[in-house]
């Protein structure tokens, strides 16, 4: 593979990825962020009722009717509930959320069908969360690649954690780097910043790192379309902490045939679910 940043000390590379991985530990230790997840009910076209949530919830392709009483505690945009609400989620975006206490539901649209998720601040995994296992920095990680964008934006459709459900991704271009003398190409998503957002999987998914995909995010391309694949920050979606997400599996383009021992490492206790 071929290096980049080898004028950077050691001491600030190990501290650069220290503070980055600290972030990621206070992301998922957020009181009603994913570890907080309890629940994932989908709704059908008649009245449903749920043993953990008061209320009837029903959802068509249009919207989503919550019927309430006052008594239940339910509110929509600090409104309570009283009688019914209607609720439009979008495909695909993050979900409309319905406060029930100091509990969140949010709820959420995905391949055409609407779900609960029930966010609670005393949920076991986040109780019992200690951190993301990974594996140590290494310099040799950092990649330089080459940014190739497509003549047209492509829609790239893969599956999800949940059998059935589809994910859509806005595809750019690819990405070539070398490693132990071959090329090797991933499919670049639409990412944050004007970046790309790259799923992928390798020798160690389904080993030592999660079987579904790991997330690089890929900062804007310099003149020429060079780019730094810094494997280091590998990172784990949602779907590899809980059952209750609905991420996405890697497109069968960005399966690596060698291992990637760097970035982060299936959590404690998580094997992870069969795959679509």
């Known amino acids: 593979m071929t290096v980049t940043d080898t004028d950077i000390p050691s001491d600030i590379f190990v501290s650069d990825w220290n503070a980055w991985h600290a972030l990621r530990d206070t992301t998922f230790n957020e009181p009603l962020g994913w570890l907080s997840l309890t629940a994932l009910h989908w709704l059908v076209d008649v009245d449903s009722t749920f043993p953990d949530l008061p209320g009837a919830w029903r959802a068509d392709q ?95 459709t893969t599956g999800a954690v949940v059998p059935g459900l589809e994910h859509h991704h806005d595809a750019r271009g690819i990405i070539s780097f070398e490693h132990d003398g071959s090329t090797h190409e991933l499919i670049a998503f639409a990412g944050r910043d004007d970046g790309f ?27 020429g379309g060079c780019v730094v694949l810094d494997f280091n920050r590998a990172s784990n979606l949602p779907c590899a902490f809980t059952d209750y997400a609905t991420c996405p599996v890697a497109p069968a383009e960005n399966r690596l045939p060698f291992a990637v021992d760097s970035g982060e490492k299936t959590p404690e206790g998580r094997a992870g679910r069969a795959l679509s």
Do not use: C, N
């Not at 998914?205 to 900062?219: D, E, F, I, K």
């Open 62 to 156: 249009d919207a989503v009717i919550i019927t309430a009483e006052l008594s239940d505690d339910l509110s929509v945009d600090g409104v309570a509930v009283d009688g019914s609400v209607k609720l439009a989620p979008v495909e695909g975006a993050p979900g409309l959320i319905v406060k029930h206490g100091p509990r969140l539901v949010e709820v959420i649209r995905r391949t055409g069908d609407v779900a609960l998720r029930i966010h609670d601040s005393s949920a076991p995994a986040l109780a019992q969360f200690s951190g993301i296992p990974t594996f140590a920095p290494r310099p040799d990680w950092v990649v330089e690649g080459v940014f190739t964008a497509f003549p047209q934006t492509r829609t790239v």
């Open 197 to 223: 957002h790259v799923l992928f999987t390798d020798a160690t998914s389904g080993v030592s790192t999660y079987p579904a995909s790991r997330s690089l995010h890929v900062s804007t391309p310099a003149p």
